[in-house]
């Protein structure tokens, strides 16, 4: 297993008839390869972006150690820091989650209904990690890049014009 897992592109993605999103491949890859070859996926809330997080075994790994560190540093420069509270943001709203060889997987009905995903979803690859947008939130993020937005806002458009 690699120390650093990085994901990268994007997709837009349907739910299936059970509700089931699909994992894009290269980002099913990169989680199988984080997570020690599983199928074991896990997703989190990214509270400032408002979406959904999903990575694999090394980043949650990573996450924790980055505490660690912070920790370290904090008493070695005799600064408080609240190591338990800084687990607690980071790890404490982690859910695991598996998917199939088809890379179909459930969002939790927690995240769903946090970040306000019902039948679509887009996955954007932006390093340690990916992110799980509701189409709509992205595309009225002025902090996300035009491309992407413009990108997501298309593919929306197709899709109301398909179910005309």
């Given at each position: 297993m690699s120390d650093i897992i990085l994901y990268t592109g994007n997709a837009c993605i349907a739910a299936d008839g059970k509700g089931r999103f699909v994992l894009p491949l290269e980002m099913r890859r990169q989680?199988?390869?984080s997570s020690a070859g599983e199928n074991k996926l896990y997703l989190s809330l990214h509270i400032e972006n408002g979406c959904a997080?999903?990575?694999?075994?090394?980043?949650?790994?990573?996450?924790?150690?980055?505490v660690e560190a912070l920790e370290r540093e904090a008493r070695a420069a005799d600064r408080p820091f609240n190591g338990d509270l800084e687990r607690e943001l980071r790890l404490g709203m982690i859910e695991?989650?598996?998917?199939?060889e088809g890379g179909r997987f459930a969002?939790?009905?927690d995240i769903k209904e946090e970040i306000g995903?019902?039948?679509t979803a887009f996955f954007y690859g932006?390093?340690?990690y990916f992110q799980i947008w509701k189409p709509e939130a992205l595309?009225?993020?002025?902090?996300?890049?035009?491309?992407?937005?413009?990108?997501?806002?298309r593919w929306l458009?197709?899709?109301?014009?398909e179910k005309r």
């Open positions: 989680v199988k390869l997080t999903g990575f694999g075994e090394s980043h949650r790994s990573f996450l924790f150690a980055e695991e989650a598996t998917f199939d969002l939790s009905a995903i019902k039948d932006v390093g340690r595309v009225e993020s002025a902090d996300r890049p035009a491309l992407i937005r413009n990108k997501v806002r458009d197709q899709r109301a014009a």
